[in-house]
């Protein structure tokens, strides 16, 4: 089993800031790309960034500038830096990373349950 748990969320004020964690654990063989995906009410799950394993990063034209995505190799960790939050970007948080299973050997995709960010005054 590989587990991907989030934190970090919740509520802050526009122009805030946040900055949401994700740890994997369990069977890991090889951590390969990560990344942040989010969902708003009533709109499709959309991309926010991701990173490879040497640390690439691609961001939404959206988060440009305003969050930093990052991550701990070492303690399997994925964090993401969000600042001058907007009520735009309130949504559900969605961890996610490319994971070969130690267990199985099989490379699959992993979500986590989800982080709540809400950005209000």
């Known amino acids: 089993q590989v587990q991907l748990v989030e934190s970090g969320g919740g509520l802050v004020q526009p122009g805030g800031s946040l900055r949401l964690s994700c740890a994997v654990s369990?069977?890991?063989?090889?951590?390969?790309?990560m990344g942040w995906y989010r969902q708003a009410p009533g709109k499709q799950r959309e991309l926010v960034a991701t990173?490879?394993?040497?640390?690439?990063?691609n961001y939404a034209d959206s988060v440009k500038g305003r969050f930093t995505l990052s991550r701990d190799n070492a303690k399997n960790t994925m964090y993401l830096q969000m600042n001058s939050l907007t009520p735009e970007d309130t949504a559900v948080y969605y961890c996610?990373?490319?994971?070969?299973?130690?267990?199985?050997?099989?490379?699959?995709?992993?979500w986590g349950q989800g982080t709540q960010v809400t950005v209000s005054s």
């Open positions: 990173i490879t394993s040497g640390g690439s990063t």
């Open positions: 996610n990373g490319d994971i070969r299973n130690s267990r199985t050997y099989q490379r699959f995709d992993y």
């Open positions: 369990g069977s890991i063989f090889t951590i390969y790309t």
